[in-house]
């Protein structure tokens, strides 16, 4: 049975961790209504541009005489795939980071047994660390995340700048972004988000509605896409960035209030078995005393 002051230690050991989640806690909170508000503003922008450079490969995909930019079509092969991870960089935010490796091994594993190469380049130290044990041959450098402040638009150019310097060495045919998609402060899902090469649209609704005429561009094409299709990858990686943030503010504030509270009954079943033990020991005194006094 531990003594009354190694009791004593432990009470003291588990209040001080319980000032720690709390304090952490409320700066999570703190951040998150930003986060989200920010995720939140970010979805109808990156979507749209998504789907309207969807429909855009739909469209150019029938017309002859055009060539397809490479962040459009990639490089035609379906070898080497580009896995694009985004996780945080610390830990204590629950199963934010876990969640997220595990649905980026099972789609590795996948490609791996179907004989493809696969390529993870992570953003976030969370990440590499994990997958780098995995999958060692196919770490590519790891690039930082800044998820803990508010990201910005300039470190999401430097990541699609990263990674359209990698397409054009001829680094990977295919790249996927796994990001968390933040549904609410308990819940955060992951997402694999298509970015080279771009699905193309579906046009079903459009033909069914009669609209089968070609778009018009102005300027042409081709200065089109090369104009939009890098600031289209920016977008959504920054949207994704964006995303993750708001759910690792959420997943932190959960974990942290739920140690909080696990702390709390620790400490409220150490004190009982303080008082318990400390009880038994002025009993047995007591004991002694009178089974002294009643020997004299």
């Known amino acids: 049975m531990p003594s009354l002051k190694e009791l004593r230690g432990r009470i003291a050991g588990v209040k001080s961790t319980r000032k720690i989640t709390s304090a952490m806690k409320m700066v999570a909170a703190s951040k998150l209504r930003r986060a989200q508000l920010q995720a939140e503003a970010s979805r109808p922008y990156a979507e749209t541009m998504r789907k309207m450079m969807m429909e855009l490969a739909s469209t150019l995909e029938g017309l002859e005489g055009i060539p397809l930019p490479a962040l459009l079509k990639g490089t035609g092969k379906d070898q080497i795939h580009l896995l694009v991870v985004m996780t945080s960089d610390r830990g204590l935010a629950g199963g934010f980071n876990a969640t997220m490796v595990r649905a980026v091994r099972k789609r590795a594993d996948e490609l791996i047994s179907q004989g493809k190469t696969v390529k993870i380049l992570p953003i976030g130290a969370k990440g590499a660390d994990i997958l780098g044990r995995y999958y060692p041959g196919s770490m590519l450098a790891t690039m930082r995340s800044i998820m ?36 609410n402060a308990m819940t955060q899902i992951p997402e694999q988000i298509g970015l080279i090469p771009l699905p193309v649209g579906d046009n079903d ?55 909080s509270r696990n702390a709390g009954k620790a400490i409220d079943r150490l004190s009982l078995k303080y008082n318990r033990t400390r009880q038994a020991n002025i009993t047995n005194e007591l004991i002694e005393i009178i089974s002294g006094a009643e020997a004299v």
């Not at 803990?148 to 990977?172: H, N, R």
């Not at 009669?210 to 990686?237: K, S, W």
Request: aromatic share 8%; charged share 25%.
């Open 148 to 183: 803990g402040a508010a990201p910005s638009y300039d470190y999401a150019s430097t990541v699609a700048a990263k990674i359209t310097a990698l397409l054009e060495e001829g680094q990977f045919d295919c790249c996927t972004l796994f990001r968390n998609r933040f549904v």
């Open 205 to 259: 609704n459009r033909e069914k509605a009669g609209d089968v005429a070609p778009y018009g561009f102005e300027p042409d094409e081709e200065t089109l896409l090369t104009r939009l299709l890098p600031r289209n990858l920016e977008v959504q990686l920054y949207a994704a960035m964006l995303e993750s943030a708001a759910g690792e503010q959420g997943a932190r504030m959960t974990a942290m209030d739920n140690a």
